[in-house]
DNA sequence: ATGGTTGCTTAGCAA
């Protein structure tokens, strides 16, 4: 079972590089990021055509997730669900047979002690609730999307420098800890040690010919899972060519139970 | 401190 993560920054944007991507690597389930589009706007139509089912939180102009999905998802919940007035569209949950799997847009934060940076606080904060209300460390899970958080100083092109920002702050990453506390493995670290491997390139500044990244884009999996990941990657070659989104898709393989 | 780029939406915001 391949699953996958990508923040695709305007699904209608990127619409005909998803469909290629989708065709190429025949991933079983794709969580996106960044749909930038209502419900009634997604494009159902290409996505089934390209063999996929669509389990769509959708919002206009901003945010909205998807999980992608070659079976049919089961038991699909949409946000937070926990009683907080919220209208951004981030999160977006399905089950696959035994599986559980999140579609996770973490607030970017805007700048350091902004609102925006309390919102994405309170945000992981939430989303540490909602593991320990629906869902159990023991069954399979892939909490997967953009985290807006690179974990440590090696997913992190110059770490002092980013020290104080949103995506690499002492606070963001303990925040991020705080989530990953409930039992959940980074799966690409399974088999990846090594730095100056990335899933974010700012557009600005050639920081992609530059190789200055961030590793922000994550698959999160609790034990179960983990045990059964064989492999993990990072799919570079999607932030090259032609119109690309700012970030790369995230994929891992699991073998059956 | 600012700028650099992209996408959505219509000049400005968010990232």
Redesign the pocket.
Known sequence: MKIATWNV??????LERLVAWLKTHQPDVVCLQ?L??ADAEFPLLAVQEAGYHAAVYGQ????GVAILSRAEPAEVERGLCDGVQDDQARLICARFADVRVLSAYV????EVGSD?YAYKLEWLRRLRGYLERRCEPRQPLALCGDF?VAPEPRDVADPEAWADTVLFHPEVRAALEQVRSWGLRDAFRIHHEEGGLYSWW????LAFPKNRGLRIDHIFVSEPLAERCVDSSIHRQERKGK?P??HAPVLAEFKAA
């Open positions: 920054n305007s699904i209608r944007a990127r960044e930038k589009v206009r102009t901003y945010n607030p970017n934060g805007g925006k807006n700012d557009y600005r500044m119109q989104s700012d």
